[in-house]
């Protein structure tokens, strides 16, 4: 692949961007200079403020200062009109699909066709360019029926029929297998040889360092360097992304794994929308050890972790904990025996927002704070106060609404709270989506000492490096299923990803495309 | 019951459907937008005033519906700044509509009260077509508002499902984001969408004041609006399954009526609250979680949008 022998044109210039929100600055000065014919990697943290300033180059934010430039004009971006217009178009993390309607009613919505639509037409319209973008998936198909990577592509697919000249992508792996994510990049690499350009915004250092022409560094919402990826390294990458240098290895120390404390077996469940979600599910975790479960979101993690909290019934199979049947009982009774849930959505199903730190932390508890019939409210603000002194949560007030904290110490409060009554198991769902590096080294360390406690833990993520850094095992969820296991000290991240897009675990490895 | 008892039902299930007809598919353009329009009840009461005062002061009915046209999208334009541009609560942005409307109707209409119209809508055979035997006498020996409803009731179907406006108007409810990304105005639609669908509202009224009953009465509405609404999600928002609904509605409400002169022994004030039991045990039917799953209600229903939120 031709790296570095594009031709050096200036196909957008940000100069001096500006971009504050209410109490936070999120884009502080920021140039940054996209060429023809090269994919751009904009690497940064979480709040990092690379998803803001891609907006502002989309139309989405307008700047409260500085200027955009396309092939050296001065433009203004007023509206996404105005930006695809220009041949800017962004994919978005979150994509901006209509699900109920077709690919080709999607691809062309906005767009200049006539005014009647006549199905037929409309499909042949996208045909050939749904080759082009790889999507496989039939332009009369409805979007809910794609899978995620699918719609990805019918994303790309409304760049090019809008003749974007600048594909911005947002976070695009986040959501697929590794090689789902393989062969977006070697879309993206075609797409860039084409004399567009891409912008490839991204945490991952791995994925930067293999797609990426050039790479820009944001931090804290300024920009910290522009590097040419054959000139750089992913140790260099890190330092510049996060300030100083972060661990890569295991952060686990070896522990003794005692006797099965959580066993499920053959566990089915519905998802919200009635369908199976947990298909015949069984796994176990042991005293003082973490078994990490890996798998592209909407296999069915969500739906075990909430069948193993007791908030979703499960249809079928047995959940057995220290021996003892739960399989039926309440959310209540599997607190009392022991069990503590971290579930995925914080501020939904975790914590109530408009409440303040105490009243949440007396919620799972509300037995042991009480005077005769009423609430003791003395004892749970004590507690509360010793919580946030204990797990550094920073917080105005324990009489705020917690809605108003920082996801990081919204998590640690959940944490404490969930930790705070001595379980003997946690599950723990997604426990550092969206936090910061300085949180979610916490949060790895909590997590942690409970293991070294004799705790054992379920750890959901999507993260494979958090899981190979924390885990003893991994077992990966595939359609409701537990499609494989792997011990951490031998897994390879190869064979994890085809277990995670479906390839069974005993099929022999397929080449990664392109490589 | 005889045959010709029950065609009678029928025919006057169509003309008390029709009100609901005009209401409801109102009500689906605006809430296929996004915005829940609660205030269709306000609005068909000023349609309901506009077009008898006006209809008395002209003698001219086609007037008076073009003028209560103009009061439901006058009212629907106030709802649409409130709840599009300040973003105010949709519910009780159109409760306190209402509440208003019945209030200012009632003030309006003071003086009209039990006056009789001068002219009003009288009913055509549809040469041809009223010949066709059952169905011609139902359908086809109506009043001119009523066969303006068949003209705009597949209309509506048909821009809504098969133009780009529809689209557009549809991916406004179901994902502003994707609309507003696609350069589409969000604000603009649904402007749009709730002026027109309180312009359906105020005709929906005035077919009430000029040819359903031909009067003016305070409230004379009765809660029709909210059957509208409740019609909407028994339609699951589709135009042609919303006037199948009305006309059911409707013959519900006249047969109560029917069962009065066949002899029946039942209180009016019984007979006036069937269309509101049938209306509460649909919403239960069609509440069942089975049900709403299958539902097609747009997604953004009831949400104001902001672009730069975060």
Known sequence: MPRGGAPVTSAIELRGIVKRFPGVVANSNIDLELRHGEVHALLGENGAGKSTLMSVLAGIYQPDAGSILIDGEPIALRSPRDAIQAGIAMVHQHFRLVKPFTVAENVLLGARTSWLLSPGRLEAEVADLAQQAGLKASPSARIWQLSVGEQQRVEILKALYRKARVLILDEPTAVLTPQEAEALFVTLRSMAADGRTVVFVSHKLSEVMSVADRITVLRGGKHVGTLETASTDEHRLAHLMVGRDIAFESARAPGEAGEIVLRVDDLHALSDLGLPAVRGASLSVRAGEILGLAGVAGNGQRELAEALAGTRPPTRGRIELYGADLTRASARRRIEAGLAYVPEDRLGTGLVGAMDATANVMLKSLSKHRRGPLLDYRSAARRTKDLVEQFGIKMSSLDAPVRLMSGGNLQKLLLARELSSSPRVVIAAHPTAGLDVGATEAVHELLLEQRASGVGILLISEDLDELLMLSDRIAVMYEGEIAGEVSADDADLERIGLMMGGTGADAPPMAAGGG | ?310
């Open chain 2, 1 to 310: 019951m005889s045959s010709e008892l029950i065609i009678t039902i029928f025919v006057a299930g169509i003309a008390a459907g029709t009100t609901l007809v005009f209401a409801a598919v109102g009500e689906i353009i605006a809430e296929r937008s996004g915005v829940l329009n609660l205030g269709v009840e306000g609005m068909m009461l000023a349609g309901a005033v506009t077009g008898f005062l006006v209809n008395r002061q002209v003698r001219a009915p086609w007037l008076g519906v073009a003028a209560g046209i103009s009061a439901g999208a006058t009212l629907a334009l106030l709802l649409a700044v409130l709840v599009v541009s300040f973003k105010a609560n949709q519910v009780v942005t159109g409760l306190a509509l209402v509440i208003f409307a019945i209030g200012m109707t009632g003030y309006l209409g003071e003086s009209v009260v039990g006056v009789p119209p001068p002219v009003t809508f009288n009913r055509i055979a549809l040469p041809g077509l009223s010949d066709i035997p059952v169905l011609g006498r139902i359908f086809f020996v109506q009043d001119a508002l009523v066969y303006l409803s068949y003209v705009l009731v597949p209309a509506t179907w048909w821009i809504l499902f098969r133009t780009r406006t529809g689209l557009n108007l549809r991916s406004v409810g179901e994902s502003p984001e994707t609309a507003d990304a696609a350069g589409l105005s969000v604000t603009g639609t649904r402007y749009a969408a709730v002026v027109i669908g309180g312009a359906f509202a105020g005709l929906a009224g005035a077919y009430l004041s000029l040819a359903r009953a031909p009067s003016w009465v305070p409230n004379m509405t009765a809660g029709r609006g909210w059957i509208a609404i409740a019609l909407v999600i028994f339609a699951t928002w589709s135009p042609l399954r919303a006037a199948l609904g009305g006309y059911l509605f409707g013959s519900v409400e006249a047969l109560g009526f029917r069962l009065q002169t066949v002899g029946l022994e039942v209180s009016t004030f019984f007979i006036a609250m069937m269309p509101y039991l049938f209306t509460i045990v649909v919403l239960v039917l069609i509440s069942r979680g089975s049900v709403q799953r299958r539902l097609a209600a747009p997604s953004a229903l009831g949400n104001a949008y902001l672009r730069e939120e975060r």
